[in-house]
């Protein structure tokens, strides 16, 4: 086999007698036969590296770059706080101080009881409904026209000139069978008003009973501004308790008008 | 004893560590009203505090500031031991509690703090925790019952009245209409409104809760109870509104309550915590809104707050301090039952139309009256708002509030 492959090689050297160029690529290879020639096939190496020819890497070196990442790229600050002064609810609504007004009761400034017996309370009992009570039992009477309890009251009417003008007691009494009966001073006829009156059964629980004015300016007394007022109890029908009573929470005026 | 030992002070060092890392509040006070312990059941009369500047050293009872209306407390500590209780007797101008304190603040297992409105009764309106507004009038004498009295005050109508406070609306009763007021930061610092009474059973409304900043820059303790609840009804009436708390500390911690509300039919007060560090794992009733502090806070409200005051009544000036007692003198006499010309005047307040101002009359005796004012004059620096109301005879109450639309 090797001689035979050496006789064909010395064959293809007679006929061509010139060297046969080689590609420097890989393999040359050249046709022959009647208008050609094909020489042998020839195996060449190219021994220059392949990636040597295409790139060059050089060797791995290790750098520290001492300009930290960050302070290149950003800067972050130091943190503040910050309170936003307009609270978002502030912002919404807002609420005044309370405040009280009053139309005063004009208060009576004394009493008389001029039948029967006072067993508790004073003048002051009578201002305001707080349950401090004037507590007044029947009393002996000098005639059977007047009442066993007959309260009188004088004030002072804050306005010269009214223009409407109200008795108001808030009290009960402790029996049924008795009758309570409220009258204004009437100072220009100098009595106590035959027509504005208030007359009602008594109640056992406590209840506001008033007498309203249809002429006020005849009840404030000309110069002093004085005012008065009366309430009485009598009987009038059976009763549990002949000891009967009237207890009196607030006893006072209202006035309306000018100076 | 217990041994120190290595792994028990690396747990104490590194506790320490963890506390010098908090940020620390700053609290003003300087500590001149001292210290409070409570041992056994306490009341504390804000009556005897001294009218002054909140700021001004204390002599141990508290400064009553009117232009902030608070009596202020500066304390070196404060707390409430186990089983006690502390309670307060108003103010005369029925102001808010303030505490500043330097160090900490402690309410011990069934310790209490008490500014509960007072309950519904037959003799008169109940009385509110400090900050807070009474509840409606019982009726009596044949006089009318009475709608609760504030801004949100419950109103009497059918059967029962109505506490519909700030916070939240009531849930049931009649429903007066009147919108929840103030805010959640509780920034000013006000109480809730009382219920209108009973029309039928003529008893009267709770009254509103209370309300109270404490404030430290040490550590806030709650593990017994905080409670600024509104006061209960009573045959018909309805409770009053719950009351504001806020607490502000560095840190806040404890297992215990904070109630302003009772879950039953009143309007739901406000809790606000502020702090650095929110440790508290108790139970909060009512509204309730949670902050981070750092180590600044806003104790008041800022200079450019709206504000509004009742200026005039009829004739009337108002002075800038009014008591709203209902003994005489009140803060106004009128001597009709004719409407009365009142006078608002607002700070702050837009004037473009985007911000409205109402007034709320509330009779001792009879049933509120709930108004829009109208703009007159002036700006948003200063403006005035008017508005025509007939008083029943007798005591009436009023507030004033301006809104956004």
């Known amino acids: 086999m090797g001689s035979a492959l050496a006789a064909v090689l010395a064959l293809a050297g007679a006929v061509f007698p010139w060297p046969v160029p080689i590609a420097a690529s890989s393999v040359a290879q050249v046709r022959s036969g009647q208008g050609d020639a094909v020489s042998r096939e020839v195996a060449v190496f190219n021994d220059l590296p392949t990636q040597l020819a295409g790139d060059s890497v050089s060797r791995e070196v290790a750098l520290f770059n001492d300009l930290p990442t960050q302070l290149a790229g950003d800067s972050v600050s130091r943190e503040v706080a910050l309170f936003n ?14 405040v009280a007004v009053s139309s005063p009761p004009v208060l009576p400034t004394s009493f008389q009881v001029f039948r029967g017996i006072r067993d508790a309370g004073t003048l002051a009992s009578l201002f305001e409904l707080d349950n401090d009570l004037m507590d007044i039992r029947r009393g002996i009477t000098a005639n059977p026209t007047e009442a066993p309890i007959t309260l009188i009251l004088t004030g002072a009417s804050p306005l010269a000139n009214p223009t409407a003008l109200e008795f108001s007691v808030a009290a009960r009494v402790n029996t049924v069978g008795l009758q309570v009966t409220l009258d204004l001073f009437d100072w220009v006829a100098n009595r106590y008003d035959p027509t504005d009156v208030t007359v009602r059964n008594g109640s056992t629980t406590f209840s506001r009973v008033f007498v309203t004015a249809t002429n006020p300016a005849r009840y404030v007394r000309s110069g002093t501004r004085e005012i008065r007022a009366r309430y009485r109890v009598r009987q009038t029908g059976p009763t549990t308790t002949q000891t009967w009573r009237s207890l009196f929470d607030q006893a006072v005026w209202w006035v309306e008008g000018s100076n | 004893m217990r041994r120190n030992t290595p792994r028990n002070l690396l747990v104490v060092v590194l506790a320490a560590l963890h506390c010098a890392a908090l940020a620390q509040l700053q609290v003003p006070s300087d500590g001149s009203d001292g210290i409070i312990d409570v041992s056994v059941d306490t009341t504390i009369d804000l009556g005897l505090a001294p009218t002054g500047v909140w700021n001004q050293p204390g002599t141990g009872v508290g400064v009553y500031d009117p232009e902030r209306w608070a009596v202020v407390f500066k304390l070196q500590s404060l707390r409430v031991r186990d089983g006690a209780r502390l309670t307060f007797r108003n103010h005369p101008k029925n102001p808010p509690v303030v505490f500043l304190v330097q160090g900490d603040v402690t309410v011990d297992p069934n310790g209490s703090i008490l500014l509960n409105g007072g309950n519904g009764n037959q003799a008169r309106p109940a009385e509110p925790g400090p900050g807070g507004f009474r509840g409606g009038g019982p009726g009596s004498a044949g006089l009318e019952t009475g709608a609760g009295f504030g ?31 103030s805010n959640s930061e509780i920034l000013p610092l006000i109480g809730g409104s009382g219920a209108g009474a009973g029309a039928t059973t003529q008893s009267g409304g709770g009254a509103g809760g209370g309300a109270v900043l404490i404030a430290t820059g040490g550590t806030l303790t709650v593990n017994g109870i905080i409670d600024a609840r509104g006061g209960s009804g009573n045959f018909g009436s309805s409770d009053g509104a719950g009351g504001a708390v806020r607490l502000v500390a560095s840190r806040i911690a404890g297992s215990g309550q904070v109630v302003t509300s009772n879950g039953g039919s009143q309007g739901q007060g406000r809790t606000r915590f502020e702090s650095g560090q929110d440790l508290f794992n108790g139970s909060v009733h009512g509204t309730f809104r949670r902050d981070s502090v750092g180590t600044q806070f806003q104790l008041w409200p800022v200079s450019s707050a709206p504000s509004v005051r009742i200026a005039r009544i009829g004739s009337t000036n108002i002075p800038a301090d009014p008591k709203s007692e209902f003994s005489f003198p009140t803060d106004a006499t009128v001597s009709t ?22 007034l709320r009359t509330s009779p001792r005796n009879g049933e509120q009256v709930y ?14 708002w008017e508005v025509d109301v007939a008083f029943p005879r007798g005591f009436t109450a009023m507030t004033a509030r301006a809104a956004r639309n």
């Open chain 1, 85 to 98: 002064e307009v609270p978002t609810g502030l912002a919404n609504d807002s609420v005044s101080r309370e």
């Open chain 2, 151 to 181: 801004p949100g005050g419950g109103a009497v109508r059918g059967i029962d009245g109505a506490s519909f406070a700030w916070g939240t609306h009531a849930t049931q009763g009649p429903n007066n209409g009147l919108p929840i007021y």
């Open chain 2, 337 to 358: 039952t004719a409407p009365v010309r009142i006078r608002v005047e607002a700070t702050n307040v837009p004037t473009d139309g985007s911000w409205s101002v109402f």
């Open chain 2, 371 to 384: 108004v829009q004012m109208t703009l007159v004059s002036g700006s948003l620096v200063q403006s005035f």
